[in-house]
């Protein structure tokens, strides 16, 4: 049974945070995140080290005072899907009680499917970022993290906005904003891989196991 929980502020919401695995967490998991490896996640699960502290970066900064705007954007380019949202929520799933998921937005289209609304900032400096978002291609932990939402929900689609700021130096700033759509059906395969991964991983936490280390790309 699914059922969505409301933390009081975002201070609970961050304490509520790591007592579960949430969708930033599967990347690191299956050795997919680039700023965190499986070792280092368990360690702060069970307290042993804590988390970094990026409520002062500029770029995380920039991602959550421009979430709103983002949303609400999102409302008007898709007239046909009802957006909703509420502050600090937590989405849990009896048949995965280790998992929360905290969603940017949920909607229903006009056939009255249930979908997730994921919302991404990215400053892209380099050729190699540039080309995480080449095409139709999702960067692997922002995949990873969308398909873990799909699993604990059980809703039929994902629409991803992606705002992608280039800065390259000597050019202009350019702003590119994208839209992905992925359907559950055409990915349950992954979704199966990346709940097994982060069942595992919570037995790993229940058992005082540590992990092994799996390199990051």
């Known amino acids: 049974m699914l059922k969505m929980y409301r933390c009081k502020n975002h201070e609970s919401w961050l304490k509520n945070r790591n007592k579960y695995i949430g969708g930033s967490d599967v990347s690191c998991i299956m050795g997919l995140n680039s700023w965190k490896t499986n070792r280092q996640l368990y360690e702060e699960k069970k307290g042993l080290v804590e988390p970094p502290d990026l409520s002062d970066n500029a770029l995380v900064q920039y991602g959550t005072k421009a979430e709103k705007h983002i949303r609400a954007l999102f409302a008007l380019d898709h007239q046909d899907l009802n957006v909703e949202y509420i502050p600090n929520n937590s989405w849990r799933n009896t048949d995965y009680p280790f998992a929360a998921a905290s969603l940017d937005g949920w909607?229903?289209?006009?056939?009255?499917?249930?979908?997730?609304?994921?919302?991404?900032?990215?400053?892209?400096?380099?050729?190699?970022?540039?080309?995480?978002?080449?095409?139709?291609?999702?960067?692997?932990?922002?995949?990873?993290?969308?398909?873990?939402?799909?699993?604990?929900?059980?809703?039929?689609?994902?629409?991803?906005?992606?705002?992608?700021?280039?800065?390259?130096?000597?050019?202009?700033?350019?702003?590119?904003?994208?839209?992905?759509?992925?359907?559950?059906?055409e990915v349950e395969e992954d979704i199966t891989a990346v709940m097994q991964a982060a069942a595992d991983f919570a037995d790993l936490l229940k058992n005082n196991t540590p992990p092994s280390l799996l390199l990051t790309l």
């Open 107 to 185: 909607l229903t289209d006009k056939d009255g499917r249930k979908g997730i609304l994921e919302i991404k900032t990215a400053t892209i400096t380099s050729a190699q970022q540039a080309n995480k978002w080449k095409d139709e291609h999702i960067p692997d932990n922002y995949y990873c993290q969308i398909l873990f939402y799909l699993g604990v929900t059980n809703w039929d689609f994902v629409m991803l906005r992606a705002n992608l700021k280039y800065e390259f130096p000597d050019s202009p700033l350019k702003i590119i904003t994208k839209d992905y759509h992925i359907e559950r059906s």
